[in-house]
């Protein structure tokens, strides 16, 4: 975002939105907080809560992910250096009360949310103005899930989020395994199982670029940058149903392939259902995959 800039047109031509920083951290908080699910796919559980006196710290916001997994969101206005340190330090906290976390998720969001709890991914947000290298290097080095976010406004009703950095606890894609999830995907043969053909569409989803991360649910695979983008369900006799984050009436519906799911149930995220037989089709859903990926 150091190099992004944003013009508003006019029909006298265009005049540069100059970024800023917030006046105030709590400017920034406040925002994010107000629209956590629409801006990091986060339900906003708790603002400022406070870790006891032994040790006498408070969480910026604490919430829930699309995939039941506890957040932390911590804010910081410019550069600090120990933002992250701070937030796994709050992290580590976590970890050890997870019956008062669930218990803050049965009072905010219902029973079923609490029962549903993710504990084996549990992700640090850190925003702030900027990072250092140090930080990126810092968080490749952590076995947490950690997403760096750089905010910029823009005006007086403009904000950009930029994800500098993100690692998954889970899984850590790297170029290597990118170059092997396409060798893989261009070996699949017609007579592929179901099995196999999930396992294509995984590597399909995971080589999409850099910070894909991969969350294993009870119900599917989600696939997240910040956000979800994708979801991948257990493979089914004949089928296997991915769900994108696009909007499907962006979309040319194909009957068998592709079908609008919006206000229907179904598990993971997303209201584009993409149904998937053969190794062809998911060559014929690459350009939804990269349309996901790119609106994560």
Known sequence: ????????????????????????EADVQGLVEAHME???????????????????GRIDSLGLDENGSPVIVEYKRGVDAGVINQGLFYLSWLMDHR???????????????????????????CIAGDFT???????????????????????????????????SGAIRVTRRSRRKAVARAAAAVQGASMVELADTVD???????????RVEHKQYRAYQRLRNFACLCPP????????????PKDVDLVPGFTRNVTGLGHHGTGDLEVQLRTPRDVERAQDLFRASYAAG
Do not use: C
Request: glycine share 10%.
């Open 133 to 167: 290298r140090y930080d990126a290097h810092a968080v490749s080095e952590h076995r947490r899930s950690i997403d760096l976010v750089r905010y910029r406004f823009f005006g007086s009703d403009l904000i950009g989020l930029e994800t500098v950095a993100s690692v």
């Open 38 to 56: 629409t801006l990091l796919g986060v339900r906003f559980l708790a603002s400022e809560y406070g870790t006891g006196s032994v040790h006498g």
């Open 203 to 213: 590597e399909a989803l995971l080589g999409l670029g850099d910070g894909v991360n």
């Open 1 to 24: 975002m150091s190099g992004l800039k944003l013009f508003h047109t006019t029909k006298g031509g265009v005049i540069e939105v100059a970024p800023r920083l917030a006046e105030a």
């Open 236 to 247: 089914q006799r004949s089928k296997v149903l991915v769900y994108l984050k696009v909007d």
């Open 99 to 125: 019956a008062e976390f669930e218990h803050l998720v049965r009072d905010q969001l219902g029973a079923t949310a609490a029962s549903q709890v993710l504990w084996s991914g549990p992700r640090l947000i």
